[in-house]
């Protein structure tokens, strides 16, 4: 896997948050969120980007998708730069990377059915013909465990769990190559986070995807992905393959987030969610 060139690098990466002249004129000093963060994403793979609250996790994934702007680095799209560009043009740049955040279907619109907001992202994107929208959307609905007849629905009558999958459903007919998933199962019960999680292990296979995967749930990072990188203040500290990062970290950080987390090798016994996790794992 790693012997391709990278869909994504990031290289250097800084970015300075709400920096400005306040009021009666005292200044607020900007927040340096990102510190000189260097990281490669290859095709298909699953990074898990893991810290502790305000380590700078999401600020990062918003900058590599373009909705913040980066003070200082570059970041690479198959190899093309893509950063140093005005919001607007740098999303486009990056339409093929997009965003699930922990609320995933709360930006769904209350008065419209499901299949009008799905068949709307893809007008939007160009696609006039509204019988061609329809297909995509139906099929596509199915691709994420949804009954095609969901698309009359409306967003209240999905449950939480469903309504990830409406999400998702949304984002994927964009046809993005990567994933940003920021805490995708945040807020969701264990049994429903695992058929989730399971859900976005076939996703990945069936739409050729890779993630970035943004998780407090050491557990499920150790299970779900192929390389792990610590963040801490700002700071990648610590990045390696999973079986090597959770067998012997080196960074000190590394060793107390993992101290200060329950562990699967220690005597408890595998909940419900590791256990899915663990077959679909073994399906892949
Ligand atoms: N709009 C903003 N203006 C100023 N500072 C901000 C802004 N948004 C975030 N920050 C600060 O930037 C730092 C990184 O925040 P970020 O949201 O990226 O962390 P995170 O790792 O995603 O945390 P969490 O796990 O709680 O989601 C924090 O210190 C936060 O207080
Ligand atoms: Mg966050």
């Given at each position: 896997?790693?012997?391709t060139?990278?869909?994504?690098?990031v290289?250097?990466?800084?970015?300075?948050?709400?920096?400005?002249?306040?009021?009666l004129r005292?200044?607020?000093?900007?927040?340096?969120?990102?510190k000189?963060?260097?990281?490669?994403?290859?095709e298909?793979?699953i990074?898990a980007?893991v810290?502790?609250?305000?380590s700078?996790k999401?600020?990062?994934?918003?900058?590599?998708l373009g909705?913040?702007?980066e003070?200082?680095?570059?970041?690479?799209?198959?190899g093309?730069?893509?950063?140093?560009?005005?919001?607007?043009a740098?999303?486009?740049a990056r339409?093929?990377i997009?965003y699930?955040?922990?609320?995933?279907g709360?930006?769904l619109?209350?008065?419209w059915?499901?299949?009008r907001?799905?068949?709307?992202?893809?007008?939007?994107?160009?696609?006039?013909?509204?019988?061609?929208?329809?297909?995509?959307?139906?099929?596509?609905?199915?691709?994420?465990?949804?009954?095609?007849v969901s698309?009359?629905?409306?967003p209240?009558?999905?449950s939480?769990?469903q309504?990830?999958?409406v999400?998702?459903?949304?984002?994927?007919?964009l046809?993005?190559r990567?994933?940003?998933?920021?805490e995708?199962?945040?807020?969701?019960?264990?049994?429903?986070r695992a058929?989730?999680?399971?859900l976005?292990?076939?996703?990945?296979?069936?739409?050729?995807?890779t993630?970035?995967?943004i998780?407090?749930?050491?557990?499920?990072?150790?299970?779900?992905s192929d390389?792990?990188a610590?963040?801490?203040?700002?700071?990648?500290?610590?990045?390696?393959?999973?079986?090597?990062?959770?067998?012997a970290?080196?960074?000190?950080?590394?060793?107390t987030?993992?101290?200060?987390?329950?562990?699967?090798?220690?005597?408890?016994?595998?909940?419900?969610?590791?256990t899915?996790l663990?077959?679909?794992r073994?399906?892949?």
């Amino acid at each position: 896997m790693t012997s391709t060139a990278p869909i994504l690098e990031v290289r250097n990466l800084s970015v300075l948050l709400g920096g400005r002249r306040g009021f009666l004129r005292k200044t607020v000093l900007p927040v340096q969120a990102v510190k000189e963060v260097s990281l490669d994403l290859h095709e298909g793979e699953i990074l898990a980007l893991v810290g502790e609250s305000g380590s700078g996790k999401t600020t990062l994934g918003r900058t590599i998708l373009g909705l913040q702007r980066e003070s200082a680095g570059e970041i690479r799209l198959d190899g093309v730069r893509v950063d140093g560009q005005a919001p607007e043009a740098a999303r486009r740049a990056r339409r093929a990377i997009q965003y699930v955040h922990q609320d995933a279907g709360a930006a769904l619109d209350p008065w419209w059915s499901i299949g009008r907001t799905l068949a709307e992202g893809l007008l939007i994107h160009g696609l006039k013909d509204k019988a061609e929208r329809m297909r995509r959307v139906v099929e596509m609905l199915s691709a994420v465990g949804l009954d095609p007849v969901s698309a009359r629905r409306y967003p209240h009558e999905f449950s939480g769990g469903q309504l990830r999958r409406v999400a998702l459903a949304r984002i994927l007919l964009l046809q993005p190559r990567v994933l940003i998933l920021d805490e995708p199962t945040s807020g969701l019960d264990m049994s429903v986070r695992a058929t989730v999680l399971n859900l976005l292990l076939e996703l990945r296979k069936q739409f050729s995807l890779t993630y970035l995967f943004i998780s407090h749930d050491l557990s499920v990072v150790e299970r779900l992905s192929d390389r792990v990188a610590i963040m801490h203040l700002g700071r990648i500290v610590e990045m390696g393959t999973s079986k090597t990062v959770f067998a012997a970290p080196t960074h000190s950080y590394t060793r107390t987030l993992l101290a200060a987390a329950p562990r699967l090798d220690g005597p408890r016994v595998a909940s419900v969610e590791q256990t899915a996790l663990l077959r679909a794992r073994q399906r892949a």
